[in-house]
């Protein structure tokens, strides 16, 4: 569905739980990427859900997949007025999004910080100056979801803002073991990008603060429902695979580090 909305050149393919592909035969250099994120990054993500969601060390191993990569391409600059059509800003269907573009080109849509008491603004994301490409890390609306609302899931939208070309990676995260309890998000999304749609066009006729507690209500969408929580149950209590050395090292590590973590904010 999505990338039939795309206007700009694109590559989509479809990543199965055994690792195979749709299309199978990927691009080298796409292929080449997937496979050092599965091996070097997917752990170090499982470590910080896991340390995030309060869940034991190595609970969530191998549980973190890539779902989908979508390449974008746009050759020339894009309109400005483009992120006010409609769908341009959503939240992902993924528990994590890895984004990797060679200029950067996410717009995100919220608060400038917690603290900032100005209506949510569209801005850009900057980096200063960078001579590599980026890469960005969201949460998603599931893994909103699956934190009852403490990790937000991030409305965002891209464009080209430079008259270079830009090239775009996009890589959705998902837990095979929990797809099955999406089931009440299935259509968030789609209503979710209408209200953002909606509050864009009407906001500046409210105030800031009925402006700032309408799209509190958007951004909420993901929070709601607890369909998570057997399945949760279920992912938690599996048995797990023989762990290697080196893994309970690793593991061992990790549970110094919460203990210690947990001493040093009681002082």
């Known amino acids: 569905r999505s990338a039939e909305m795309y206007s700009h050149p694109h590559y989509l393919a479809f990543i199965r739980e055994d690792g195979s592909t749709d299309p199978p035969d990927l691009p080298f250099g796409l292929q080449r990427l997937l496979n050092g994120m599965r091996q070097q990054l997917l752990p170090f993500l499982e470590d910080v859900l896991e340390f995030g969601l309060g869940y034991e060390a190595g609970q969530l191993e191998n549980t973190l997949q890539m779902t989908t990569a979508i390449v974008h391409y746009y050759p020339e600059m894009t309109q400005q007025e483009t992120l006010l059509t409609p769908a341009a800003f959503h939240c992902d269907d993924s528990f994590l999004t890895l984004n990797v573009e060679s200029t950067p080109g996410i717009h995100g849509l919220g608060a400038v910080s917690e603290s900032d008491e100005s209506r949510p603004r569209i801005r850009r994301f900057s980096y200063g100056e960078v001579n590599s490409s980026i890469i960005n890390l969201f949460v998603g609306g599931y893994l909103q979801t699956l934190s009852q609302g403490r990790w937000r899931s991030l409305l965002h939208s891209g464009s080209n803002p430079s008259n270079e070309d830009r090239l775009s990676i996009t890589i959705f995260l998902g837990m095979p073991q929990l797809h099955g309890a999406i089931g009440e998000h299935v259509h968030t999304r789609g209503e979710q990008e209408r209200r953002v749609y909606d509050w864009l066009s ?63 904010s009681r002082q």
């Open 202 to 264: 009407t906001s500046s006729r409210h105030d800031d603060w009925l402006a700032t507690a309408n799209f509190e209500e958007i951004q909420d969408m993901y929070s709601q429902g607890d369909s998570f929580d057997p399945a949760v149950r279920e992912l938690l209590e599996r048995p797990r695979e023989h762990i290697s050395k080196s893994r309970q090292r690793h593991l061992r590590a990790m549970r110094n580090a919460r203990q210690r973590a947990l001493e040093l």
